[in-house]
T-cell receptor, first 111, second 112 residues
Framework: EDQVTQSPEALRLQEGESSSLNCSYTVSGLRGLFWYRQDPGKGPEFLFTLYSAGEEKEKERLKATLTKKESFLHITAPKPEDSATYLCAVPLSYNTDKLIFGTGTRLQVFP | EAQVTQNPRYLITVTGKKLTVTCSQNMNHEYMSWYRQDPGLGLRQIYYSMNVEVTDKGDVPEGYKVSRKEKRNFPLILESPSPNQTSLYFC???????????FGPGTRLTVL
């Protein structure tokens, strides 16, 4: 069964305390993996697309990496404004627009 | 401003009373989708459309209908809403060739 699992469910960090979020997937043939950020009461906001194992993308304090079985979102020296829920998603096929989302990691960064 | 808009943003209704949630995008995107988001279950795709008059089921299509008569609009129709359709609904769009989806602000639906 196609599945996307994120861990941990919730993460509390002190400002400046670096950490990583995990997204593992079981789909037949990876066609890309996406990371989104979602603030409370708002729609998800696109962060990164990763297409192949070994690929890395960076944006400010965030760095996303991809292996054959999982992706990591590394947060370096986080700030309170990085507090949000981070979602990953995987497409099921090239010929459709079916996407599976993980349930997300809720990150709280305290000053 | 490039955006996806949804209306209404909040809706409280009763079981069985037909309703429509509208979604419109101004980016000329080919692909549009509807999702529902529930605590512990995350975002689940209801329906998607790859272009005008082309729609297909996502993971949880039961109890919902969609139509795509114009490229910019993708309404979600609940013919006979039930309490288990109480949820937060998001519409999203993307252009062909890019997987970057743009999400609307969400519609919080309560069915009593």
């Amino acid at each position: 069964e196609d599945q996307v699992t994120q861990s941990p469910e919730a993460l509390r960090l002190q400002e400046g305390e670096s950490s990583s979020l995990n997204c593992s997937y079981t789909v037949s043939g990876l066609r890309g993996l996406f990371w989104y950020r979602q603030d409370p009461g708002k729609g998800p906001e696109f962060l990164f697309t990763l297409y192949s194992a070994g690929e890395e993308k960076e944006k400010e304090r965030l760095k996303a990496t991809l292996t054959k079985k999982e992706s990591f979102l590394h947060i370096t020296a986080p700030k309170p404004e990085d507090s949000a829920t981070y979602l990953c998603a995987v497409p099921l096929s090239y010929n459709t627009d079916k996407l599976i989302f993980g349930t997300g990691t809720r990150l709280q960064v305290f000053p | 401003e490039a955006q996806v808009t949804q209306n209404p943003r909040y809706l409280i209704t009763v079981t069985g009373k037909k309703l429509t949630v509208t979604c419109s995008q101004n980016m000329n995107h080919e692909y549009m989708s509807w999702y529902r988001q529930d605590p512990g279950l995350g975002l689940r795709q209801i329906y998607y459309s790859m272009n005008v008059e082309v729609t297909d089921k996502g993971d949880v299509p039961e109890g919902y209908k969609v139509s795509r008569k114009e490229k910019r609009n993708f309404p979600l129709i609940l013919e006979s809403p039930s309490p288990n359709q109480t949820s937060l609904y998001f519409c999203a769009s993307r252009r062909e060739g890019s997987y970057e989806q743009f999400f609307g602000p969400g519609t919080r639906l309560t069915v009593l």
